[in-house]
Structure formats: C-alpha cells, structure tokens
C-alpha cells in the first residue's frame, strides 16, 4: 500500500515589516497583533491533521507563528536557517519605496524574479532553492509515510513548492512566482513512485473569520 508524505507550506503570519511594507529578509521582525491572530487560527485549522514533526525557519517571524501548533500539539519546532527567506541584502528593513530610490538596479532585478541574480549584500533564488531544497529533501526522507509541516516565508515557500512540483530542474529557469499570503497553507501529497499530488497553494480559508 503506497501510503503518501504529506508536506505542508505554512507561511508566517503578518509581520511588524509586512505591516509597514518593509523588506524582511532575514530581519527578526516580530509578528503585528494581525499576525498573531493569523498564527493562532492557523493552530487551529491544522491541530486535528495528524501532524508528527513541525519544522520553521529559524527567524522570529516563522518561530512566532509555529508556536501555537506546537504547542497545542505537544510538538517541538524544529528551527533551521535553511528555511530562511531569501536575503536581500542592503535593501533588508527598507520600505519598498526606500528600496526602490535607494538600490533602483537591485530593487528592479528583484521585481524581475531573476533567479540566478546575487543582490547585493544578499543572495539568489539559486542560492535559496540549494539550502532550502536539501534541507527539505532531507526531512522528508526521514518522515516517510508521515505528515509534516514546515512554517516559512513567501519567497521561500514559492521555490520549495516548485521544487516539489519538478519545476526547477531546466538548467535555465523562466520567472515563475507563486505567491503565498500571511498564513497560507500549500499542501502536497507525495507518493513513493514519485507522484506529486497538489491539493492546495496559499489556502487561506481558515483565516475568514478574523477581522479585517
């Protein structure tokens, strides 16, 4: 019987620098009030989901809205830089319209989705999709047949979903971009002759009923 490892994408809920349209890279900004809403719903939505291993990156952000889940769980978070988000360098804690006149060349190539572009100060897509990619092969390998849940970031989760989807192994990438709200939650079933069922990208419904 082909019993399938459920992966699930959870990205953190609203930031401090989400909530003033900041760059957050790898800044350990908190969540915002909203943010901690979000996470607590999310808890809710995946407590009853047979969850056995919680994984985040380590920044503050993720870490935040990871803990409702394991706590109510029981679990612990298992936090790794590899599921950081990309680094953008010198444009990290600017507002994007700072970032925009400060670093316009930098700003533009980010816009772009240019994967192989090293920012300044930061890193690439390529970079992110190395450390990101093996380190989630990696617990997969060791969670066979089970259900995990990895909390990140929405670069991050967009080059780990297509990862898993086989769409980043051309030599020459086109800019493909998934994007992923505060505390949506992309779910994949993967099967031991290699087939990858996605079942949901940036699933936001759990979070409907919180106030605007």
Known sequence: MDTATRVLLVRHGQSQGNAEQ??????????????????EATARALQSESITAIYSSDLLRAVETATPLAEAL????????????????????????????????????????????????????????????????????????ATIVVFSHTGTICILALHLMGALDAPTLRPVWIASSNCGISRFNLHSDDFVRVLAINDTRHLAGLPV
């Not at 590899?82 to 990290?92: C, I, K, N, P």
């Not at 804690?93 to 190539?109: C, I, M, N, R």
Request: aromatic letters at 6%.
């Open 74 to 145: 029981g679990l612990e978070i298992i936090q790794t830089s590899a599921f950081r988000e990309r680094s953008v360098g010198h444009m990290e804690g600017l507002t994007f319209e700072e970032a925009a006149t400060q670093h316009p060349d930098e700003y533009a190539a980010l816009l772009r989705r240019d994967f192989e572009h090293v920012l300044l100060g930061g890193e690439s897509y390529r970079q992110l999709l190395d450390r990101g990619s093996q380190q989630l092969d990696r617990i997969i390998e060791e969670h066979r047949g």
């Open 22 to 39: 900041r760059f957050g890279g790898h800044s350990s900004t908190p969540l915002s009030e909203r943010g901690r809403q979000e996470a």
